[in-house]
């Protein structure tokens, strides 16, 4: 059974930071991608990072470029997001999501798995 241990999330103030963490298992297959989404109330989903596991490449929203940092554990079976500088804005539910496909992008459709979710919110 496929699990996702989600933590590290918070409350922040604004211009402050947190470091998420996602740690998968039960796979009986291979997965290619990790990521993170984001949903606050009455907005849709978004997508925020991922990272390709295949040749480590990585792809941010435009929000969070220059603040967001994802990166894995050598083994790849734990995935992590550094955001700093953080804002009201980016005050949401924060799931990590997988795929057993390379992602090409952060369309959700993409991803096969997603945790629980983990709470951010940012304010003072």
């Known amino acids: 059974q496929v699990q996702f241990v989600e933590s590290g999330g918070g409350l922040v103030q604004p211009g402050g930071s947190l470091r998420l963490s996602c740690a998968v298992s039960?796979?009986?297959?291979?997965?290619?991608?990790l990521g993170w989404f984001r949903q606050a109330p009455g907005k849709e989903l978004e997508g925020v990072s991922y990272?390709?596991?295949?040749?480590?490449?990585?792809a941010y929203a435009d929000s969070v470029k220059g603040r967001f940092t994802i990166f894995t554990n050598n083994a790849k079976n734990t995935v992590y997001l550094q955001m700093n500088s953080l804002k009201p804005g980016d005050s949401a539910l924060y799931y990590c999501?997988?795929?057993?496909?390379?992602?090409?992008?952060?369309?959700?459709?993409?991803?096969?798995?997603r945790g629980q979710g983990t709470q951010v919110t940012v304010s003072s």
């Open positions: 999501v997988a795929a057993l496909d390379q992602p090409m992008s952060m369309n959700p459709m993409e991803y096969d798995y």
């Open positions: 039960g796979f009986t297959v291979n997965y290619y991608g």
């Open positions: 990272i390709n596991l295949m040749d480590d490449s990585t």
